[in-house]
């Protein structure tokens, strides 16, 4: 198992699982997290493509009950957005 994994949610469903440290582009992935959120640690999270935070903020908004507000938010403007078609 990986020790540093990328990991892409849809709503409750894992779509992506990147092991960074095995990932030939892994080093890439890392400075493009870098580059956005100003470290290289892992996790870093996301919410509808904005920087929410890491494991502590991710703890401090579970304990709180936002984060399943804020998750819940962000299903329901999924569910409601239109399908991107690239060409």
Not at 21 to 46: A, C, H, N, W, Y
Not at 49 to 66: N, P, Q, T
């Amino acid at each position: 198992p990986s020790s540093c994994a990328l990991i892409v949610h849809i709503g409750e469903k894992v779509v992506s699982v990147i092991e960074l440290d095995k990932d030939p582009d892994g080093r890439l992935l890392m400075d493009g997290i870098e580059q956005i959120v100003g470290r290289r640690s892992v996790p870093q999270t996301f919410i509808s493509g904005e920087y929410f935070g890491g494991l502590r903020a991710v703890k401090e908004a579970e304990e709180s009950g936002e984060l399943k507000k804020l998750v819940e938010a962000a299903r329901v403007a999924f569910k409601n957005s239109e399908p991107v078609l690239e060409e």
